[in-house]
């Protein structure tokens, strides 16, 4: 990336990612006065505040995106023991009927 030789005339990126050592430098080289230098200072605050909520929302919708996944993950790995449950509570039922009538005949 080429430097500019103004500090006014950095367009957002490079604003939002110049390390603040060059822009410093940049700053005390630019031939604009204190109330300027701070307004590039604040913009920069901002466009690093913007990127900064950018990238916690989309951390938190992943963690969400996450929490979710692992939730249905959770539900169907229920229904399948619920199931299962049922069955053997199927197979216990016949079993006992079936012990039932075999005590029932040796009787």
């Known amino acids: 990336m ?13 604003l939002a990612t110049i390390r603040l050592k ?6 005390s080289r630019s031939p604009c006065d204190a109330v300027q230098q701070e307004e590039v200072k604040m913009r920069r605050r901002k466009l690093q505040n913007r ?20 939730s249905m993950a959770k539900q169907h790995e229920l229904l399948a023991l619920r199931n299962e ?13 079936q ?6 005949s040796e009787a």
């Open 2 to 14: 080429a430097s500019p030789t103004n500090v006014l005339s950095l367009s957002d990126g490079q």
């Open 22 to 27: 060059d822009l410093r430098l940049l700053m």
């Open 51 to 70: 990127h900064s909520a950018m990238t916690s929302s989309a951390r938190k919708q992943r963690k969400i995106t996450s929490m979710t996944e692992n």
């Open 85 to 97: 449950v049922a069955n053997l509570q199927g197979q216990n039922t016949w079993l006992r009927m």
């Open 99 to 104: 012990t039932g009538k075999a005590n029932e």
